[in-house]
């Protein structure tokens, strides 16, 4: 079995374990790494209509690898997609799909509450080719009905959003999508396909961030765009293909291990970020928890709508500003102290200061990023130990 179509029979963890796999003459179990850049013809003829793509086959690894397109053929099939594109990091595949589907003159109206390399990237440098860029609310579907202009090709969600986890109304933005003949891109990364599939709900792309929860252990940076053939198949793999932001096989190879464990990693990290957030709403210090399996979570019953789990990422504000929440960060034993999130080893970090450090404090404020937030990304450790290693000393 080797098209996508033949796992959507299957569940969702049989196609995390199964789909994309081929094995070669070896009958090995485990998937290989191709660790080759190029790739032997049997002839000059063959060589010739490689290249003129009236052959299908491996080239050179800058264009496909056999251990890149098991990632990608995997991931697609979990997310219910056409096509799947293995890209060197999350922001890769930001910078790919844009490139591959807009151009000078173009306007996209986007979330504002995105990753803070995407903004930078968007800001600082696809506003240099051309491009507009407007920010809205991720809640207020009215602020991204009135952005829309007759130039806007792109609608940019990322649910749940980075920190505060604000949760996007995905049935709304397809549907605006469809009405004004828009391109909806969802990235990802805090939900995995475990908990939501956004193709499945008409959104056109979905992009990840493979560094994060598909990998799961904090070992390898890579990313990945999905969507249907028509979409990404000409210009975004085009722009892959001759920009060179291909995966590594190695990499490709450690993130489909990564796969095989998702369901499970993904349930297990998000029962014990609920107690986390449970144990943290009761606690005298902290003015407010952001954590989609809160009930006083703004967005809760459209979350209970569209997402399965309510994942890993667990924010919240402590009474005194930045001095508190680097004490905090400071007092911990074990916890990472570290920016990356999705790993097995539970981290924690200051978005003001580090992720969020770039935006002006303008930017800041208003996608309420305070500078007493603090984001933990709850990992596999016991949640006893992770409470513990939180409890707020003097605070
Ligand atoms: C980390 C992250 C990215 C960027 O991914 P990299 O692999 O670091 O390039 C994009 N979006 C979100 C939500 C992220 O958390």
Not at 191 to 197: D, G, I, K, M, N
Not at 275 to 303: F, I, K, N, S
Request: with cysteine.
């Amino acid at each position: 079995m080797d098209e996508i179509d033949e796992w959507a029979d299957y569940g969702l963890d049989t196609r995390s374990v199964r789909a994309g796999q081929k094995r070669t003459n070896e009958g090995e179990n485990a998937e290989p790494i191709f660790v080759t850049s190029s790739f032997t013809f049997s002839d000059a003829a063959q060589a010739a209509a490689r290249f003129a793509e009236e052959e299908d086959g491996n080239i050179y690894s800058r264009f496909t690898n056999p251990t890149v397109r098991t990632f990608e053929e995997r991931l697609a099939a979990m997310e219910g997609g056409e096509r799947g594109i293995g890209t060197s990091s999350g922001m890769a595949a930001i910078l790919t799909l844009c490139l591959g589907t807009l151009r000078a003159g173009d306007h996209v109206v986007s979330s504002r509450s995105i990753f803070g390399s995407t903004r930078m990237l968007f800001n600082k440098f696809l506003t240099r080719f051309g491009i507009e860029f407007t920010y809205v609310s991720p809640t207020d579907i009215d602020q991204w009905q009135d952005a829309v202009r007759g130039d806007t090709k792109m609608l940019f969600v990322e649910t749940p959003a980075n920190p505060l986890t604000e949760i996007t109304d995905l049935a709304a933005i397809v549907e605006l999508a469809r009405q004004r003949g828009l391109m909806s891109v969802v990235d990802n990364c805090f939900s995995t396909p475990v908990s939501q599939r956004p193709l499945e709900h008409g959104v056109d792309v979905v992009i990840h961030s493979a560094t994060k929860y598909l990998d799961g252990q904090g070992r390898c940076v890579g990313g990945a765009i999905i969507g249907s053939e028509r979409l990404l198949g000409e210009d975004v793999y085009g722009v892959l293909r001759n920009g060179g932001t291909t995966m590594s096989p190695f990499n490709a190879w450690v993130f489909l291990k990564g796969l095989e464990t998702l369901g499970i990693r993904m349930q297990a990290v998000s029962e014990r970020a609920q107690q986390v957030a449970q144990w943290l709403a009761g606690q005298p210090g902290v003015e407010r928890v952001y954590y989609p399996g809160l009930p006083d979570h703004p967005q809760y019953t459209l979350g209970r709508r569209q997402q399965s789990l309510s994942g890993g990422i667990v924010s919240f504000e402590v009474q005194g500003g930045r001095r508190a929440a680097w004490r905090l960060i400071d007092a911990t034993r074990f916890i990472s102290i570290t920016a990356n999130l999705g790993d097995t080893k539970t981290t924690i970090t200051h978005p003001a200061t580090t992720t969020h450090g770039k935006w002006t404090p303008e930017e800041r404020a208003e996608a309420g990023i305070g500078d007493g937030l603090v984001r933990v990304s709850v990992g596999l450790e016991n949640v006893e130990d992770i409470i513990d290693d939180l409890r707020l000393n003097e605070i």
